[in-house]
T-cell receptor, first 116, second 115 residues
């Protein structure tokens, strides 16, 4: 069974550019969550999508957005990049959400973004 | 207030010895789940063990066990018979049932196993 796949694994952008990261969840999983990991702030929740609908959103500016497709694949977009957006972006999937899911999140290896 | 607190930034343990990584949590939700993840230098978060708030017994998974003390709101991870491959960052996390799949993570503990 294939795990969570994130692309690209590494990328370098300059300030002001935008970036799109992709995540393919484990087959059958309908929930996809995104997390930002930085040395200073640790792991912070960005948002969760379930059945193409955003279920929950963390405390990030509107420059951070996402979407989920009918096949459960998800993308997140960061516009007008800032130096502070340099981070490891982790995608995680699970079969359900909320009270219907007591299982763990399955994480991908992450996309490491460097903003120059 | 922090939802998850890990007070040990770094820990060292001798190979084959046991080690306890501390985690305390804060929630008013009666239904929640507690998780431990391992993150090697490659970056991927690897699930280790889960404890539900209503579980009566402490969770165990192979060499990993979770010392769950509900009244103290602590969920410490115990790794027995440490191996060199256990060297990694360890994160404690919590999910409150009412907030979907939003996990709250601690700041992590860097574990180094010494041969």
């Amino acid at each position: 069974k294939a795990g969570v796949t994130q692309t690209p694994r590494y990328l370098i952008k300059t300030r002001g550019q935008q970036v799109t990261l992709s995540c393919s969840p484990i087959s059958g999983h309908r929930s996809v969550s995104w997390y930002q990991q930085t040395p200073g702030q640790g792991l912070q929740f960005l948002f969760e999508y379930f059945s193409e609908t955003q279920r929950n959103k963390g405390n990030f500016p509107g420059r951070f957005s996402g979407r989920q497709f009918s096949n459960s694949r998800s993308e997140m977009n960061v516009s007008t990049l800032e130096l502070g957006d340099s981070a490891l972006y982790l995608c995680a999937s699970s079969w359900g959400t909320g009270e219907y899911n007591t299982g763990e999140l399955f994480f991908g290896e992450g996309s490491r973004l460097t903003v120059l | 207030a922090q939802k998850i607190t890990q007070t040990q930034p770094g820990m060292f343990v001798q190979e084959k010895e046991a080690v306890t990584l501390d985690c305390t949590y804060d929630t008013s939700d009666p239904s929640y789940g507690l998780f431990w993840y391992k993150q090697p230098s490659s970056g991927e978060m690897i699930f280790l063990i889960y404890q539900g708030s209503y579980d009566q017994q402490n969770a165990t998974e192979g060499r990993y066990s979770l010392n769950f003390q509900k009244a103290r709101k602590s969920a410490n991870l115990v790794i027995s018979a440490s191996q060199l491959g256990d060297s990694a960052m360890y994160f404690c996390a919590m999910r409150e049932t009412n907030t979907g799949n939003q996990f709250y993570f601690g700041t992590g503990t860097s574990l180094t196993v010494i041969p």
